[in-house]
């Protein structure tokens, strides 16, 4: 079986825990009162549909890495999407998103029942995103104290790489630094999404030794790296992906593929600013179809298969799972 078979099988049994999990958090809500809003029923359906198109692959690596009979390999996993829940809300809201995952972004849903409140979406939004980190936070809590303070750490470098998200978004397209972009990177999505998940999943088990762990964070981290530039292509190359192309040109974010455009591309890139300004989608998809972003992709991705291949030969069975890992990340 395949990494990807197997990331599919586990995201079929993932997903009736974790719908079971995001009800009982939302009827919690709902049975605090007796009295209902016309939006209760509505906004558990638009919160339900819009979990259900994730790829899983922060609770797959928890499992990935840890011991299959652990308990609180589960609790974990849950703490953790609950958190990607309430930041993927947040998120949609700070980058005006319409769109995630083929649907309706909450505050997009929900401001369609707005009356006297003009800003009920975002209202509604704010709150559900504190009622799914606070409910993250309780899970995690079910956890031993190591495992907690690893999740805490998580949660708040995420925040960080946030935070630096909404600077860079705050400069000129292509101005940022290739070390400002990668820092932000490490902190929104190489921990966020890989080191941190495998570290999680590792640590809880029965004997786990620091020298692996150490192997573990070095290696997630880069293959983070990778799956943010191949996000980043993904963003401008594919119209299939859930979400509109070029939204991080239209968000004003610097990334791997706008420094490398401006170095390698230069009179394209004057291109891509002046069609950013008119917010013309159609020059920009033209100026794209002659951009070779797949190459330079290739050449990241060896640079990590030749990193993992260099791990020492104490490192036999961890290095197997790292190239299992790195499979994930193919760009087709």
Known sequence: MTIKERMEKFKEGFNIHFENEVRSVLREQRDFHEITTELDEPLKDYILSYTKGGKRIRPFLIHFFGDNDNKDLITLALAVELFHLAALIHDDMMDGSYMRRGEKTIHIAVQAYSKENTHLGTDIGLLLGDVFLTASLAKAAQLPNHLFEEFRSMIQRTIRGQYLDSFGMNQILGDQSYEEVIARHKLKTAWYTFCSPARLGYMSNKQYDLKTLEQITVIM??????????????????E????????????????????????????????????????????????????????????????????IESMGEEFIELKENMHKVLELLMLK
């Open 240 to 307: 299939n992906s859930g979400k509109a192309l070029f939204g991080d040109i239209t968000e004003n974010q610097t990334t791997w593929v706008t420094l490398y455009i401006k170095e390698k591309y230069p009179v394209k890139f004057k291109e891509i600013l002046q069609a950013k300004e008119s917010n013309n989608t159609a020059l920009l998809k033209a100026i794209f179809k002659d951009i070779d972003l797949k190459t330079p992709y290739k050449q990241e991705y060896q640079q990590r298969h030749e990193m």
């Open 221 to 238: 981290c880069e293959l983070g790296l990778l799956y943010q530039i191949r996000d980043d292509i993904i963003d401008c190359i594919d």
